[in-house]
């Protein structure tokens, strides 16, 4: 089955900083990976479909990048409202499969 | 659109249980549902998905045989259970939708907690 590692497991950052997250697949899987966003308490929410593609309604401070067997979380400019844990998630062929996460902390 | 899910429950260990999902504002029939676990302080767990048009199900290896994904598409609604719980079942479980686009999920349960204690 096809893995997928998280890269960091936490961070902290300060408002308005760059934050980058990264998941590496243990295989090729091309474009087909999401990012979701699981707030505290809360259900997650897609973010990014197709690697790079925003979901509706989501802040363009959020993009994805990336194909094959590495791919990027970027948010521009950290908000208060950006804590969170981060989950990128393979989409294309079953077992579906979850990264580990990053939980992303306001300094 | 909407995907609403059953309450909380308590469970002995050795118990049977089925939680439920409920879909409104859209076609019911035409995207999956999945079923996600997530133990206490730890990350999300893909555990099986079901197309309510024709009831294919697929589960993970992990959870294969450990639990049975079902829908009543006459009602809307999907189901999850189980029919002798442990203790390490405890956890929050959601349900979410596809988006249309491969097996990513827009729309999500707001979870039920099941609790597994003696």
């Known amino acids: 089955d096809i893995q997928l590692t998280q890269s960091p497991s936490f961070l902290s950052a300060s408002v308005g900083d760059v934050v980058t997250i990264t998941c590496r697949a243990s295989?090729?899987?091309?474009?087909?990976l999401a990012w979701y966003q699981q707030k505290p308490g809360k259900a997650p929410q897609l973010l990014i479909h197709?690697?790079?593609s925003l979901q509706s309604g989501v802040p363009s401070r959020f993009s994805g990048s990336g194909s094959g067997t590495e791919f990027t979380l970027t948010i521009s400019s950290l908000q208060p409202e950006d804590l969170a844990t981060y989950y990128c998630?393979?989409?294309?062929?079953?077992?579906?499969?979850f990264g580990g996460g990053t939980r992303v902390e306001i300094k | 659109v909407q995907v609403l899910q059953s309450g909380a429950e308590v469970k002995e260990p050795g118990e049977s249980l089925k939680i439920s999902c409920k879909g409104s504002?859209?076609?019911?029939?035409?995207?999956?549902i999945a079923w996600v676990r997530q133990m206490p302080g730890k990350g999300l767990e893909w555990m099986g998905i079901?197309?309510?048009?024709?009831?294919?199900?697929r589960y993970s290896p992990s959870f294969q045989g450990q639990v049975t994904v079902s829908v009543d598409k006459s009602i809307n609604t999907a189901y999850l259970q189980w029919s002798s719980l442990k203790a390490s079942d405890t956890a929050i479980y959601f349900c979410?939708?596809?988006?249309?686009?491969?097996?990513?999920?827009?729309?999500w349960g707001q979870g039920t907690l099941v609790t597994v204690s003696s």
């Open positions: 979410a939708k596809t988006s249309g686009y491969y097996y990513s999920f827009d729309s």
């Open positions: 197709a690697a790079s």
């Open positions: 998630q393979r989409l294309n062929s079953f077992p579906l499969t």
């Open positions: 295989q090729d899987i091309n474009s087909y």
């Open positions: 504002g859209y076609t019911f029939t035409n995207y999956w």
């Open positions: 079901i197309y309510p048009g024709t009831s294919e199900t």
